[in-house]
């Protein structure tokens, strides 16, 4: 079992910054595959960028060159450092540890942060 807290969000200006942090507690947070997602008002949830155990990245288009996502399995942490931000951006944010086997995977949820890019 995981837990995950989120931090970090709040309100920025658009081309402002932000940096989002995920806390993991529970065992064994260096074999899952850990990402980030966000929803907006009335969209499903997508992913945003992931990072495996291994150190590989993956991003939507969207935010290709503009969001960074990295962890520190020392800490159990997980982060986003988002910038050039766009209204676009605006959505919950969640983190989330993923571990697939054969017959199966686990999904871990945080409950959220909310980032709004608005002048």
């Known amino acids: 079992q995981v837990q995950l807290v989120e931090s970090g969000g709040g309100l920025v200006q658009p081309g402002g910054s932000l940096r989002l942090s995920c806390a993991a507690s529970g065992a064994s947070f260096s074999i899952y595959t850990m990402g980030w997602y966000r929803q907006a008002p009335g969209k499903q949830r997508d992913l945003v960028a992931a990072?495996?155990?291994?150190?590989?990245?993956n991003y939507v288009d969207s935010v290709k060159g503009r969001f960074t996502i990295s962890r520190d399995n020392a800490k159990n942490a997980v982060y986003l450092q988002m910038t050039s931000l766009k209204p676009e951006d605006t959505a919950v944010y969640y983190c989330?540890?993923?571990?697939?086997?054969?017959?199966?995977?686990?999904?871990?949820w945080g409950q959220g942060t909310q980032v709004t890019v608005s002048s």
């Open positions: 990072i495996t155990t291994g150190g590989l990245t």
């Open positions: 989330n540890a993923h571990y697939q086997f054969l017959i199966g995977q686990y999904d871990y």
